[in-house]
């Protein structure tokens, strides 16, 4: 396989995963009001822990990838 599509396939799944979070953290406020106790905001939830080092593997992933696919050496 190629940088390139090394770089593609990085940033697309990187891409899909991005939004796979920021959907699931929507089931996460639905999940926590069962419990009784949650937040107003579902970007609150950015702020979490867990939330919040996953976003920020994810755009890491995504601009490393794009590093990749479009400074490579040709």
């Known amino acids: 396989m190629s940088r390139k599509t090394v770089g593609m396939l990085g ?7 991005f939004s ?11 999940f926590e009001r069962i419990s009784g106790s949650w937040y107003e905001d579902v970007g ?6 867990p939330c ?4 920020v593997i994810t755009v890491f992933i995504i601009i490393v990838s ?3 696919t479009f400074y490579q050496k040709k």
């Open 20 to 30: 796979l979070e920021l959907y699931l953290l929507k089931f996460l406020q639905t």
């Open 44 to 49: 609150e939830y950015m702020r979490l822990f």
């Open 66 to 68: 794009g590093v990749i």
């Open 52 to 55: 919040n080092w996953a976003l």
């Open 11 to 17: 940033m697309i799944l990187g891409g899909l995963f």
